[in-house]
């Protein structure tokens, strides 16, 4: 396999800078890999030299055409935020910030964790879920208590880092998002938001919030979750927001077809929040968890459009982008359903 000199040297350039590696150090593998609609990922291995031998790397980078112009320095932050706490993740080894990079964008380099991602769009890899969940239950176990243990990490040195939103200004930020990337007005999705937020919920103290937590964005290796990934979207907030937004049928492996019964088709629902309760010390409302899962619905309805917009306009050629539009006619149903129409 070639590997792109220019990747590879910007690559190395970061590392050095951050001070995880010297000049003697060279890149023997570069690839990108699959997954990464707002992101890009690139495997990396990277050769330290006589008695430090070849470490695996990630490079996360920020294309210019993506579903979401998130903040990669903000995601960049909250992975070293997190870095002490007792939940799997990967450690930063340097972040680029400028925009004109070989990756296309931003980017930074970190540790490569064992394990796998898993695809609930997949029969195969929702089989396999189910098949945890009727035997050892150790991803169950573990998605339920790190989400927990994130729930627990002190925010307050994050809050100059990532966005700090209630949950009204929750609601607002996406439909602002949604207003911006809407192609016609969508009268279910309208009525959504005014449904959602007649049913704000008494409010809690403030977490951090993952954003996009789901079995998708971790690593499975040995029956148990080895990494917990994409934090591009946390913010400090509501910690209900990451129990409604994983509930979504669409995290379950619904599509153009209905996917797994069981929640992230990974736990049965009681017994998921039930563990999480015990876990957390907090206590689970399933109605104002279906408050949040329509919040979650609306927040993938504007990420959905905003792809579709960027594919459109010839920001990109990444085809994914266009698929979305198959995924909005099956949160327009769920919608329906949980305001109980």
Same mark, same amino acid.
């Given at each position: 396999?070639?590997?792109?000199?220019?990747?590879?040297?910007?690559?190395?350039?970061?590392?050095?800078?951050?001070?995880?590696?010297?000049?003697?150090?060279?890149?023997?593998?570069?690839?990108?890999?699959?997954?990464? +609609?707002?992101?890009? /990922?690139? *495997? %990396? &291995?990277?050769?330290?030299? #006589?008695?430090?031998? @070849?470490?695996?790397?990630? $490079? =996360?980078?920020?294309?210019?055409?993506?579903?979401?112009?998130?903040?990669?320095?903000?995601?960049?932050?909250?992975?070293?935020?997190?870095?002490?706490?007792?939940?799997?993740?990967?450690?930063?080894?340097?972040?680029?910030?400028?925009?004109?990079?070989?990756?296309?964008?931003?980017?930074?380099?970190?540790?490569?964790?064992?394990?796998?991602?898993?695809?609930?769009?997949?029969?195969?890899?929702?089989?396999?879920?189910?098949?945890?969940?009727?035997?050892?239950?150790?991803?169950?176990?573990?998605?339920?208590?790190?989400?927990?243990?994130?729930?627990?990490?002190?925010?307050?040195?994050?809050?100059?880092?990532?966005?700090?939103?209630?949950?009204?200004?929750?609601?607002?930020? +996406?439909?602002?998002? /949604?207003? *911006? %990337? &809407?192609?016609?007005?969508? #009268?279910?999705?309208? @009525?959504?938001?005014?449904? $959602? =937020?007649?049913?704000?919920?008494?409010?809690?103290?403030?977490?951090?919030?993952?954003?996009?937590?789901?079995?998708?964005?971790?690593?499975?290796?040995?029956?148990?979750?080895?990494?917990?990934?994409?934090?591009?979207?946390?913010?400090?907030?509501?910690?209900?927001?990451?129990?409604?937004?994983?509930?979504?049928?669409?995290?379950?492996?619904?599509?153009?077809?209905?996917?797994?019964?069981?929640?992230?088709?990974?736990?049965?629902?009681?017994?998921?929040?039930?563990?999480?309760?015990?876990?957390?010390?907090?206590?689970?409302?399933?109605?104002?968890?279906?408050?949040?899962?329509?919040?979650?619905?609306?927040?993938?309805?504007?990420?959905?459009?905003?792809?579709?917009?960027?594919?459109?306009?010839?920001?990109?050629?990444?085809?994914?982008?266009?698929?979305?539009?198959?995924?909005?006619?099956?949160?327009?149903?769920?919608?329906?359903?949980?305001?109980?129409?």
């Amino acid at each position: 396999m070639s590997i792109d000199d220019a990747k590879a040297g910007a690559l190395l350039q970061t590392m050095i800078a951050a001070g995880d590696a010297s000049q003697a150090a060279r890149v023997t593998y570069l690839e990108q890999i699959e997954g990464g +609609w707002s992101r890009h /990922s690139y *495997a %990396a &291995r990277v050769d330290h030299g #006589p008695g430090a031998g @070849e470490k695996a790397y990630i $490079v =996360r980078a920020r294309p210019r055409g993506s579903t979401l112009d998130t903040d990669l320095g903000a995601e960049f932050r909250t992975f070293e935020l997190v870095a002490d706490a007792p939940i799997p993740t990967p450690a930063v080894r340097g972040f680029e910030p400028s925009e004109d990079t070989p990756y296309d964008g931003p980017f930074f380099v970190m540790d490569r964790l064992d394990g796998h991602a898993v695809n609930v769009w997949r029969k195969r890899d929702r089989v396999a879920l189910a098949e945890d969940w009727a035997g050892e239950r150790g991803i169950a176990a573990d998605l339920a208590d790190h989400l927990a243990a994130i729930h627990r990490i002190d925010p307050a040195p994050a809050a100059g880092a990532i966005p700090v939103r209630d949950f009204q200004a929750t609601v607002d930020h +996406w439909q602002s998002v /949604s207003h *911006a %990337a &809407r192609l016609v007005r969508d #009268p279910v999705v309208e @009525e959504a938001y005014t449904w $959602v =937020r007649s049913r704000e919920p008494e409010p809690v103290a403030p977490c951090l919030v993952h954003g996009d937590y789901r079995i998708g964005n971790c690593l499975i290796d040995g029956g148990r979750v080895s990494g917990i990934l994409d934090w591009e979207l946390s913010f400090i907030g509501d910690p209900r927001f990451d129990l409604g937004y994983m509930a979504l049928d669409y995290h379950a492996g619904k599509f153009t077809t209905p996917g797994s019964e069981l929640l992230n088709a990974t736990a049965d629902r009681a017994w998921f929040h039930a563990r999480y309760a015990e876990a957390s010390g907090r206590e689970v409302d399933p109605e104002v968890v279906r408050t949040f899962t329509a919040l979650g619905a609306l927040m993938l309805f504007a990420i959905m459009t905003t792809g579709l917009g960027v594919y459109a306009r010839g920001e990109t050629t990444d085809v994914r982008l266009a698929w979305g539009r198959f995924v909005l006619p099956g949160l327009r149903q769920d919608l329906a359903a949980l305001m109980q129409w």
